[in-house]
C-alpha cells in the first residue's frame, strides 16, 4: 500500500486528528497575525476554518470515548452478573450443609462422639467462612456495578461501635484477646447506613483479630471531630511492612502472604466509607501493631 492508502488510514483511525490540526490551524493563523504575514481577512478565514476543524475533531474524540465508557459499563456490569450467579449457586448448597451441620452439633439425630463432635465443628467453621466468602463476593460485585448504595438516617457511631464490639467479644475470647471500647459520653448523630458502618468496623476488627496473636488486645475508639465522626482499631499484633502496606485494599491481598482471609473485607470497608463520603487511613510499623482509621462525614452527601 502506497503512503497516500497509509494517510486515509491513519485520518479515519484516528479520531484526535482532526482535532490536531485544527488546533494547529488556529495557532498558525494566531502566529501570522501577530507576525504580520498574514492580512486579516486571511487570518480571520484561516481561523475559522482552524476552529471548524478542531470542533469537529472534539466531537468525533467525545464521541469515541462515550463509546469505549459505554463498553467497558457493559463488561463491568456483566462480570457482576457472574459473580453474582456464581455466589447464588454456591451459597445456596452451602446453606443447606450448615443446616445439617448445625442438626448434628445438637445432637438431634443422636448422640456424637467427641471426635465426632470435633469434626462437626471443624465442618461448621468451613461452612461459615465460605459462606461469608460469597456474601463479600456478592457485595463486591454490587460495589463494581455501582448499585451499593447506603440508606441514609441519623446513626450514633458509638451506639454502632458497641454492638459491633459485643458482638465480637466471643470471638476474641477463643483467641483470649482482649477488646476494649472508649466512646465519647455524647457522640453527635451523623447521616448514615448503620448496617453497612457495622459491618466496616466489624470487617475491620475481625481483620485486627485475625493479625492480633494469642492474648493480644484490640482497641477500639470514637471521637467527635470538627467535620464528623472518626473511629479507631488498633491492634497490638506483629504490623505491617511498607511492601505489605502498598498491597492493601486490593482484592485477595491480605496483609501476610500466607494469612487466612481473603482481603476482601477491607476492599469492602473501603468502599463503604468512601460511599459516605468518608476516608479511610492505616498506620501501621513492622513487629509493633496497626491502626485503621475512617472518618465520616456529618453533612457531606454520599457520593
Not at 487570518?43 to 467497558?72: S, Y
Not at 496473636?213 to 479507631?232: E, F, H, K, N
Request: charged share 20%; with cysteine; net charge positive.
Amino acid at each position: 500500500m502506497g503512503r497516500t492508502g497509509w494517510a486515509r488510514r491513519v485520518v479515519v483511525r484516528s479520531p484526535r486528528l482532526p482535532l490536531l490540526c485544527g488546533l494547529l490551524g488556529v495557532s498558525g493563523a494566531v502566529g501570522a497575525v501577530v507576525a504580520g504575514v498574514w492580512p486579516a481577512v486571511a487570518a480571520v478565514a484561516g481561523l475559522a476554518g482552524g476552529v471548524g476543524l478542531a470542533v469537529a475533531g472534539l466531537r468525533r474524540v467525545v464521541v469515541t470515548q462515550q463509546v469505549e465508557l459505554d463498553r467497558l459499563g457493559e463488561l463491568v456490569e456483566r462480570r457482576a452478573e457472574q459473580v453474582t450467579a456464581l455466589s447464588h449457586e454456591l451459597r445456596t448448597p452451602l446453606s443447606m450443609i450448615k443446616g445439617a451441620v448445625d442438626l448434628l452439633g445438637e445432637e438431634s439425630p443422636g448422640p456424637l462422639t467427641p471426635a465426632q463432635k470435633r469434626f462437626i465443628a471443624i465442618v461448621d467453621r468451613q461452612c461459615a467462612q465460605v459462606i461469608n466468602l460469597c456474601e463479600s463476593l456478592l457485595t463486591q460485585a454490587k460495589i463494581e456495578a455501582g448499585l451499593f448504595t447506603p440508606r441514609l438516617e441519623q446513626v450514633d457511631v458509638s451506639v454502632v461501635a458497641r454492638d459491633v464490639v459485643t458482638a465480637m467479644r466471643p470471638l476474641c475470647a477463643e483467641r483470649r484477646q482482649r477488646i476494649s471500647l472508649d466512646t465519647p459520653q455524647v457522640t453527635p448523630p451523623i447521616p448514615a447506613d448503620p448496617t453497612l458502618t457495622a459491618q466496616a468496623l466489624t470487617n475491620l476488627l475481625s481483620n485486627a483479630s485475625r493479625f492480633t496473636s494469642m492474648g493480644g488486645s484490640i482497641d477500639v475508639r470514637v471521637m467527635a471531630i470538627d467535620t464528623g465522626i472518626a473511629v479507631y482499631v488498633t491492634d497490638d499484633g506483629a504490623g505491617m511492612t511498607k511492601d505489605q502496606r502498598q498491597r492493601l485494599f486490593h482484592r485477595f491481598v491480605t496483609g501476610r502472604p500466607l494469612a487466612d482471609g481473603t482481603g476482601l473485607g477491607l476492599v469492602i470497608t473501603k468502599a463503604i466509607v468512601e460511599l459516605h463520603g468518608g476516608s479511610i487511613m492505616v498506620d501501621t510499623t513492622s513487629m509493633l501493631g496497626t491502626t485503621f482509621l475512617f472518618t465520616l462525614p456529618a453533612r457531606k452527601e454520599p457520593r
